[in-house]
């Protein structure tokens, strides 16, 4: 019997399926290090042109870099928020509670009636940044309330916040 187990590890081993080398360009990678999705296609649509340019004193610096893959570091980001919230009465941060590490979490409040709510309107949540590496959500966020604080999109205001 053992023999033939041996004979049977002995065939499984030669087979074409395990002499195979995985497909690793670094040795030792574990497979999280691999590429495994393919590459992203080109971004050619409409949206390109709600960008603004380098110069724009509201550029956000996903718009500022040239190959529109960089996300600011945190305290890139909060600074730029600082400031939307300070040039413009329609834009202000609040702090609504606290990390299970202990640091304070904050919402961005785009809004035309002040510190208190119209009852009448319905709030839109939007979350964004919650987890690295899905900061799309938080750059087009960034984009649109630029444009609602100063390129004419403040009418998205009348009836919601």
Do not use: C
Not at 34 to 40: D, R, V, Y
Request: proline share 10%; net charge negative.
């Amino acid at each position: 019997m053992r023999s033939s187990l041996l004979f049977a590890a002995a065939l499984l081993l030669a087979s074409p399926a395990m002499s195979q080398t995985p497909p690793s360009a670094l040795p030792n990678a574990a497979p999280w290090d691999q590429a495994f999705l393919p590459p992203a296609p080109a971004w050619n649509g409409p949206s390109r042109a709600l960008l603004r340019g380098a110069a724009d004193p509201w550029v956000t610096g996903f718009e500022a870099d040239a190959a529109h893959d960089f996300s600011p570091s945190y305290a890139d980001t909060r600074a730029w928020f600082d400031r939307l919230d300070a040039a413009s009465d329609l834009i202000r941060i609040e702090q609504f509670g606290t990390s299970p590490e202990g640091r304070p979490i904050y919402a961005v409040i785009a809004s035309k009636d002040g510190a208190t709510f119209d009852p009448s309107k319905p709030v839109l949540l939007a979350q964004a940044g919650i987890h690295p590496g899905e900061i799309d959500g938080k750059d087009a966020g960034m984009m649109l309330l630029r444009d609602i604080a100063f390129y004419g999109k403040d009418g998205l205001l009348d009836r919601a916040n």
